[in-house]
C-alpha cells in the first residue's frame, strides 16, 4: 500500500506547472499509481481553474462551459496524430515490470542494465536537459551501500518493497530524501525491488568500505 505521497505544496506547484521537470516527471508518475493524489490533485486543478477562470463557473454566463467545449469538440483535428513512442513495460533479465503512464516516453531513452555492485542493477535514462534519471533494480538482499546526500534524491517504486534502515517502501511510494538523510536501502521482497530515481547531485557514501566508492559516486544514479 503506498504510504508516502508528494506533500500538499509539491502538488500545488506541479499543478501550476511550476514544479522541476524532473520533480513534475515524478510526481506525475507517482500520481499515475496514486488514487488519493489523484483525487487531490483534481480538487487543486478545480480550484486553480476557478481563480483563472471565474467566468466559466459561474452558471449565469451567456456562454455555457458545455457549449463552449462542444463548439471545441466540434473543430476537426489541424493534423493528423503524431504516434509519440512509448515503453510500457522495463524488462529486467527476462522479467517485466509495467510502467506509470508518465515514465513510458522517457523509458523509451533508457540504456542497458549494468550490475554495480553485489545485487544492485542499474539503468541510465536520459531526460534531455533534465540529465539522467535511473532505473535502479535491487535483487533481493540487494542493496545501495550507507550514503547521504549533497542534494535532492527522488525515488518512486515502481515494483516491490524495499527498506533504508528507518521505514519500509511499497510499490508506488515516493521518496524525497536530501542532506538530512543517511540511508542505506535494501530490498528483503521475493520479487526484489525497481525504482525509479533521480538525483541532482552524487551521492556521498558514510560507512566502511563503502567510502571507497566516494571518488566513484557519479557512477551510482548521477
Ligand atoms: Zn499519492
Not at 534524491?153 to 515516493?174: A, K, P, Q, S, W
Not at 528483503?188 to 538525483?199: A, E, I, K, Y
Amino acid at each position: 500500500m503506498i504510504k508516502y505521497h508528494p506533500d500538499h505544496n509539491q502538488l500545488l506547484q506541479f499543478a501550476r506547472g511550476e514544479a522541476e521537470p524532473a520533480w513534475a516527471l515524478l510526481i506525475a508518475a507517482h500520481v499515475d499509481m496514486c488514487p488519493h493524489c489523484q483525487d487531490e490533485l483534481d480538487s487543486i486543478t478545480e480550484k486553480l481553474s476557478e481563480q483563472l477562470l471565474p467566468e466559466a463557473s459561474l452558471a449565469t454566463t451567456d456562454i455555457s462551459f458545455d457549449s463552449m467545449m462542444f463548439d471545441i469538440m466540434k473543430l476537426e483535428p489541424i493534423e493528423t496524430e503524431t504516434v509519440i513512442p512509448e515503453k510500457h513495460f522495463l524488462e529486467w533479465e527476462g522479467r517485466q515490470f509495467e510502467l506509470p503512464r508518465a515514465l513510458r516516453r522517457v523509458a523509451t531513452k533508457t540504456e542497458s542494465w549494468t550490475k554495480l555492485v553485489g545485487k544492485l542493477w542499474q539503468a541510465p535514462v536520459d531526460l534531455g536537459d533534465m540529465g539522467k534519471g535511473h532505473f535502479i533494480y535491487m535483487e533481493k538482499g540487494g542493496s545501495v551501500p550507507e550514503h547521504t546526500h549533497r542534494g535532492n534524491e527522488l525515488t518512486l517504486v515502481i515494483n516491490g518493497e524495499f527498506e533504508d534502515g528507518h521505514r519500509c517502501y511499497d510499490t508506488g511510494d515516493f521518496i524525497l530524501m536530501n542532506q538530512d538523510n543517511t540511508h542505506m536501502p535494501v530490498s528483503n521482497h521475493d520479487d526484489g525491488c525497481l525504482v525509479f530515481s533521480f538525483v541532482d547531485q552524487p551521492l556521498h557514501f558514510t560507512s566502511g568500505l563503502a567510502r571507497l566508492l566516494n571518488p566513484f559516486s557519479h557512477l551510482f544514479f548521477k
